[in-house]
């Protein structure tokens, strides 16, 4: 049980460039959640999912797109990576609402 | 959406005990209070959770005013493996959206 994994672990971009990062669980979880922080800053909530083939956005969704085509996967877009957008990005999943969030280990991306 | 606000830092000592305190001002009735940790280049890990009056696990006791207008994350005997950034969140557990809004959490540092 591998839990929450993200990929890749670091990457860097140039600006205007696209790239998706991955984020895949085992624990058969309903909601997952992209996140970035920023240094000194707490968790922003991107974009979320409540169930295979549904997303919202959340709380700084602009810049961003994501895909949950199946249950264990949910997929973060960058179309035109902006030096904005260096950050570290983490994923999230629960099983219901009721139960604790479980966190990947992050993607450090950093946009030159 | 309830806001939190928490001290930026804080400091101890090994073996002594520590108290976050957390104030949401305008917790709404649905709302539930969670208390996440971070450690340096991870994602957050789950703490507690509470409603009301008094929580306990093995790591960490809540405590909850009958106002819920604030709430304190007690750690006992902290050791120097506890220093991390904690974060209070406040939410509705029906609202995905919203049961996961961090803030910039508080730093402890705890000290031999």
């Known amino acids: 049980n591998a839990g929450v994994t993200q990929t890749p672990k670091f990457r860097v971009l140039k600006t205007g460039q696209s790239m998706t990062l991955l984020c895949a669980q085992d624990?058969?979880?309903?909601?997952m959640y992209w996140y970035r922080q920023d240094p000194g800053m707490g968790l922003r909530l991107i974009h979320y999912s409540v169930g295979e083939g549904t997303t919202a956005k959340g709380e700084v969704p602009d810049g961003y797109n994501v895909s949950r085509l199946k249950k264990q996967n949910f997929l973060l877009g960058l179309e035109s990576a902006a030096p904005s957008q260096t950050s570290v990005y983490f994923c999230?999943?629960?099983?219901?609402?009721?139960?604790?969030?479980?966190f990947g280990p992050g993607t450090r991306l950093t946009v030159t | 959406l309830a806001k939190t606000t928490q001290p930026i830092s804080m400091d101890s000592y090994e073996g002594q005990e520590v108290n976050i305190t957390c104030s949401h001002n305008?917790?709404?009735?649905?709302?539930?209070i969670t208390w996440y940790q971070q450690f340096p280049s991870q994602g957050p890990r789950f703490i507690i959770q509470?409603?009301?009056t008094k929580v306990t696990n093995e790591v960490a006791s809540l405590f909850i005013p009958a106002d819920r207008k604030s709430s304190t994350l007690s750690l006992p005997r902290v050791s120097l493996s506890d220093t991390a950034v904690y974060y209070c969140l406040v939410g509705d557990k029906r609202q995905a959206g919203t049961a996961l809004i961090f803030g910039k959490g508080t730093t402890l540092s705890v000290s031999s």
């Open positions: 509470g409603y009301k």
């Open positions: 305008n917790i709404a009735t649905n709302d539930y």
């Open positions: 999230a999943s629960t099983l219901t609402l009721r139960y604790e969030q479980y």
């Open positions: 624990m058969n979880h309903e909601y």
